[in-house]
């Protein structure tokens, strides 16, 4: 029920105030989030950071209805409000702030849950690079590629993927 209630959240705050007439321009970046996101769960399948739970009866499932509900959601709310001059720290860092508070309700309510050493914390910095990644995706993707592979792979290197179990 929860995450029906965040969801229908995100799709009303995405309607009212979220730039739908220039949702072009966004779209390669909500791909490419999309994209990231099914990466993860193809490298990780054996050895999950986080997992959904919730809604439907897997992982997969709930993974897929985040990736096709919120992440749009949170580009078309996030993008078009990036400040052109000032703040963009405090922009980067407030909206990490809020997507790492609902993902703490969501643990709070056994809709996510975290292994091999995944907490809280490995989120709130995952949520920065995430914001950092899709602003620079938004306006140099050609430089975005690059750098979102060495992030990859130091986040194999940190969570240590065994990558002898990988499919």
Request: hydrophobic share 55%; proline share 5%; with cysteine.
């Amino acid at each position: 029920m929860f995450r029906i209630i965040l969801a229908s959240i995100f799709l009303i705050c995405c309607w009212k105030w979220g730039d739908w007439r220039n949702w072009k321009k966004y779209y390669p970046t909500i791909l490419y989030y999309i994209l990231l996101d099914f990466l993860y769960n193809m490298l990780f399948a054996n050895y999950s950071l986080w997992e959904y739970g919730g809604l439907f009866p897997n992982h997969s499932l709930n993974d897929i209805f985040v990736a096709i509900i919120m992440f749009p959601c949170i580009t078309l709310l996030y993008l078009p409000y990036y400040p052109k001059k000032i703040d963009k720290q405090v922009y980067i860092l407030f909206s990490a702030i809020l997507l790492t508070t609902m993902e703490a309700v969501a643990f709070a309510f056994g809709l996510i849950k975290y292994y091999h050493s995944w907490n809280i914390w490995c989120s709130a910095a995952f949520w920065v690079a995430t914001f950092v990644v899709l602003i620079l995706h938004h306006k140099k993707p050609l430089i975005a590629l690059p750098i979102t592979t060495l992030g990859i792979i130091i986040v194999v290197v940190l969570t240590k993927l065994p990558i002898e179990n990988m499919k």
